[in-house]
């Protein structure tokens, strides 16, 4: 098939690109709703698989299963804890890694027993070609155009680059000094920290299917993360989601 699985966490990570659908079929599942149709001519299935590793998981082997999706894309936002990982930076995965996983002393911290993997690939190929489309949303005259310059003002946007690296999963919005030094402590070359990537790509290279996975930074998961990543989520994400998506028509 050519179909494009899109998932993102919440409703305001991919409504921007579901409104934007042609020829829209929704089909319920086990309490997601996944909406068949077309952005342009790339036919496309998306839905949101709500916050967590567990929550993606379960909703990537039913996207794989029920519907005959080549590759998946996973957008949303993170927190960046990376040194100059900036809010309104996105973040290409490169590789994933769940930071809470630790069976030791029978493996490694952080390996995924059976599987012997700490970290997951992301398609190095597809997440190249994804970044050099996002690089032109980003430019300062395409931003202006996209985002109220209030928000661009309040959220200070004004260069944002496109990263590509280390992204760290795990079940825990990280909000404090403390959490997000200790995780960088142990994760240095992670670039920010979500909830659910490194999950959908340990899934993902199970079923042998390709994916990628895109976050806009919403906040530096630290003390003031609840507020700046609330008002992301709520202001900007929405246009970020809907700009990138629809440069991964025809990949
Ligand atoms: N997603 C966005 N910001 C986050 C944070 N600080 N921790 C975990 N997930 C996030």
Known sequence: SNVIGILGAIPQEINGIINSLTSVKETVISNRSYYEGFLGEQKVVVVYSRIGKVAAAATVATLLLKFDVCKVVFIGVAGGI?????????????????????????????????????????????????????KAILSPDNLNELIDSDDLKKFKIKAPKVLFGTIASGDQFVSTNEQRSRLLAELPNALC?????????????????????????????????SFSFQSFVEEVSIVYGREILKTIIEL
């Open 193 to 225: 920290v979500e909830m659910e990537g490194a999950a959908v790509a340990q899934v993902c290279f199970e079923f042998g299917i390709p994916c990628v996975v895109i976050r806009t930074i919403s906040d530096n998961a630290n003390h003031e993360a």
């Open 82 to 134: 990376g040194t100059d990982v900036c809010v309104g930076d996105v973040v290409v995965a490169k590789d994933l890694i769940q930071y809470d996983m630790d069976a030791s002393p029978l493996r490694p911290k952080f390996e995924v027993p059976l599987i012997g993997k700490s970290y997951f690939n992301s398609d190095q190929e597809l997440s190249i070609a994804i970044m050099d489309r996002i």
